[in-house]
């Protein structure tokens, strides 16, 4: 069972996911949202980096719980660069000092709620470090209703170059590939929708449904309709992804692209095997 909430913490989103070995179903991919996850599970602390491809969760049984930060926070909170976490899944430990790593790891393990644990670290952590960049809300803003990404730059005042160092650092990839994942995650919220496949296309930013099949093919790693899960009306919204409120799935997963928490200012997630 995968269930989430909006945090405390602005931007970011609480959530759990529990494994049992009677109702393992089929495995669904955590599609790149642009955030990253500071994770619990039974007993170890880790941080999911921000993702450029599907990652495949395992299956075996167990209990996950985790918070996710809205784009372009988690560094200020973790207090790494995220492009050094691309497509990584790490201890805590290979970030933070391990006798601290340890005294928040018995915390989280004996909270009657550890997704609940992870927000209060979370929130004490923000307390303690500057905000985020507040640059960081515009650009994912703007990229998000799909603005030219120069544009974006002439408007936040930077140069190509440096907003592609601040994306780097904020996000672990440039603000191109920034706005493709936005644009998918759009494209995934109207596809499951019931938007036609053509027309969310065109809405999301896409040249038409050839190019949209061909970006959800290289970000997912599996075509468009195999993603939905649909039996073939190409109409039909049903069954996107698992994780999702009101999505029915015998393994339930948190999956980026299955939320709109990402949307600022507020923005799951990863059910993962060892790093």
Known sequence: MYVERASRLPGAVVWSRTIEASTAGPVHPVLPDGC???????G???????????Y???????????IRFGPGTAP????????????RRVDLTDLWPAATVRRLTARVSTAPDPATALEETALERAADVPPPDPLLRHLVAALDT?????????????GARQLHRRSLAAFGYGPKT????????????????????????????YADQAHLARDVKELAGIPLRQ????????GSGAGLCAGLSGAKRSTPLPSGSCTTAYRWPQKASHGLSSP
């Open 178 to 205: 920034l706005a493709r994942v936005l644009r998918l995650q759009r494209a995934l919220a109207l596809a499951r929708a019931g938007v036609p496949f053509a027309e969310t296309a065109a809405r999301s930013g």
């Open 76 to 87: 200020t909170y973790l207090g790494v660069p995220a492009h050094e976490l691309r497509d």
């Open 56 to 66: 495949v969760p395992g299956t075996a049984p167990a209990h996950w719980a985790g």
């Open 44 to 54: 170890r602390l880790l941080v999911a980096g921000p993702d450029t491809r599907a």
């Open 227 to 234: 993603l939905l899960g649909r039996a073939g009306q190409a």
């Open 146 to 158: 799909g603005h030219p990404v120069a544009a974006t730059a002439d408007e936040l005042g930077l």
């Open 36 to 42: 990253m996850d500071l994770l619990w599970n039974e």
